[in-house]
């Protein structure tokens, strides 16, 4: 897994992140509504071949997917866990998605279940870790908002459970900036090219 060094639009975080950022804003919301539904279509595949429990999240904003998707996934019969943000620095709190009437307003313009708490360790119960994010690369590295929050949470996934980015096709690129505190995506799922192994698994 090798980050390109010889450029500073390519070693910036910053620079991606405005990027992708500013193209995501520009896309049709009708392009972005028929890509969702393919997410869905893939993110249900995926969840068939590895049962749950199913790590997942609530899209924001122009994140591809939707919330709709994760809904599938409940009325898939698969038990959905939802991440809710700590007050303090540390992994992702954990807890059951009941439905939509189950969410109430969290931090940073999330929705999180308002069911009882399930710890950061609910993670290792995951069959499979649907991850958001801005982009992905092929070895695996993942561009994040920079809050830290996966960081410190992917660790504790068990061993062989697939860690999925959540991204546009464009959004997979050849190479990005890594850190050592970078947990690596096992695969992405994508609109058109649908579940893409990445890194040593690709």
Same mark, same amino acid.
């Given at each position: ?6 450029d ?7 620079v ?6 500013? +193209? ?23 969840? +068939?071949?590895t ?19 994760v ?6 019969g698969?038990e ?10 540390g992994?992702l ?15 940073i ?16 119960? +995951?069959?499979?870790?649907?991850v ?16 830290g ?12 459970v ?8 464009d959004?997979?690129?050849?190479a ?11 695969a992405?799922?994508?609109p ?11």
């Open positions: 897994m090798t980050a390109r060094t010889d500073h639009d390519q070693s910036s975080k910053d991606w992140r405005e990027r992708i950022l500013r +193209a995501r804003k520009a896309l049709d919301p009708a392009v972005r509504t028929r890509r969702a539904a393919d997410l869905t279509r893939g993110a249900l595949a995926l969840a +068939a071949a049962g749950g429990p199913v790590c997942a999240y609530l899209p924001i904003g122009t994140e591809p997917w939707s919330a709709d998707g809904d599938a996934l409940r009325a898939a698969h959905v866990l939802l991440p809710v943000v700590p007050g303090a620095p992994p709190d954990w807890a059951r998605h009941d439905g939509p009437g189950s969410l109430a307003p969290g931090p313009g999330l929705r999180e279940p308002s069911g009882p708490r399930l710890g950061p360790s609910a993670i290792t119960r +995951a069959r499979l870790v649907l958001p994010g801005l982009a992905a690369d092929r070895g695996g590295v993942r561009l994040g908002r920079g809050k929050h996966y960081d410190r949470t992917l660790p504790l996934v068990t061993p062989g697939p860690i999925v980015i959540v991204i546009d096709d959004e997979l690129v050849d990005l900036p890594a850190e050592p505190h970078d947990h690596p995506m096992s992405a799922l994508l058109r090219a649908g579940h893409t192994l990445l890194g040593k698994n690709g």
